[in-house]
């Protein structure tokens, strides 16, 4: 475990975050990720196998933890609700299997989709502060999240501006996180690092903190746009990041893989990578998120395996 110089007053983080010079110092005191020792791990639990009926109860887990994602400029109101729909039964024609977590819209289509899931118990998240690139002035983010919270999105997935962290402005990244937070009102809110463009495990784990400093209730790994996306050795990283913050300061925040995770092999990658990571705390929807937009129709072709014995055809799910 890490051992930092923080526990549950507030008056610790406050002088923390205080100044660039004494954020930087903090960030850059935290111990260094050692990057082989981080793959080794992440490739060493990808190769647990679990029994069948582990299986059956990993594979509604995994379901329970998708958000359904769209996030074309091609969307259109036909497209959400029908992604909507699946979300609320992924199976039509089995009610067993459990509705996913929420979907994923931009902000200008939040009220369809929060329409479309009135009464189902799915949540509807919106991608807001100039989602992918991070790049448009403050209060441009701050507006956009503003409309998405007042038509409905119970979650906001902000992405950081990237340029100034790799600057080292981290006194930036951080207000702009706080500022959203606090446009978001009531909804939860995702910070979203694009680990893939932060280059190393030290630099992921000094966003982690630095936006859980800030008030993230979840740290995602990538916007899903650019290449490398999720991948296990920098959701290990993540993972251990909130496992130390909360043993540190009592707060327990959540963690979204998102981007090229598409089969049930995958998934279960990473739900065996929470588990022995950050522990069984972490085993729900409320604090571990799987963003994808195909992945939905593996589990659903998998569930069915296990429980016929046989695969569906190709048009039996829609297509995502």
Avoid at 190 to 209: F, H, M, P, Q
């Amino acid at each position: 475990m890490t051992a930092l110089p923080i526990a549950p007053d507030d008056r610790q983080v406050d002088e923390i975050t205080s100044s660039t010079g004494s954020l930087r110092r903090f960030l850059h005191g935290l111990p260094g990720v050692d990057q082989v020792g981080a793959q080794e791990r992440a490739a060493r639990l990808a190769t647990r196998s679990i029994k069948k009926s582990a299986k059956a109860e990993a594979i509604d887990l995994a379901i329970s933890m998708v958000d359904l994602t769209t996030l074309e400029g091609a969307d259109t109101p036909g497209k959400v609700r029908a992604m909507c729909a699946k979300a609320a039964r992924p199976d039509p024609s089995d009610p067993s299997v459990p509705r996913v977590a929420a979907v994923c819209v931009y902000s200008d289509l939040v009220a369809e989709a929060v329409s479309a899931l009135k009464g189902t118990g799915v949540g509807v998240a919106s991608v807001a502060t100039a989602f992918p690139s991070g790049r448009a002035p403050l209060e441009a983010k701050l507006a956009d999240t503003r409309q998405a919270v007042r038509d409905g999105a119970g979650e906001i997935d902000m992405v950081i501006d990237r340029g100034a962290f790799l600057a080292g402005d981290y006194q930036k990244v951080f207000e702009e996180i706080v500022a959203t937070k606090e446009a978001c009102g009531g909804a939860h809110l995702k910070v979203i690092l694009e680990t893939g463009e932060l280059v190393t495990y030290d630099n992921v784990r000094r966003a982690s903190w630095l936006a859980m400093l800030a008030g993230a209730d979840f740290i995602k790994t990538s916007t899903g746009k650019i290449s490398p996306a999720a991948t296990l050795p920098v959701t290990l990283v993540m993972l251990e990041a909130v496992r130390d913050f909360r043993a540190q300061t009592g707060r327990q925040i959540g963690v979204k893989a998102a981007g090229g995770i598409r089969t049930t092999k995958d998934a279960i990658k990473y739900l065996v990578l929470v588990n022995e990571t950050a522990g069984p705390d972490w085993l729900h929807p409320d604090r571990f998120r799987l963003g994808a937009s195909s992945l939905l129709n593996d589990l659903l072709m998998q569930r069915q395996k296990l429980t016929t014995g046989v695969y569906g055809g190709p048009d039996y799910f829609t297509l995502d």
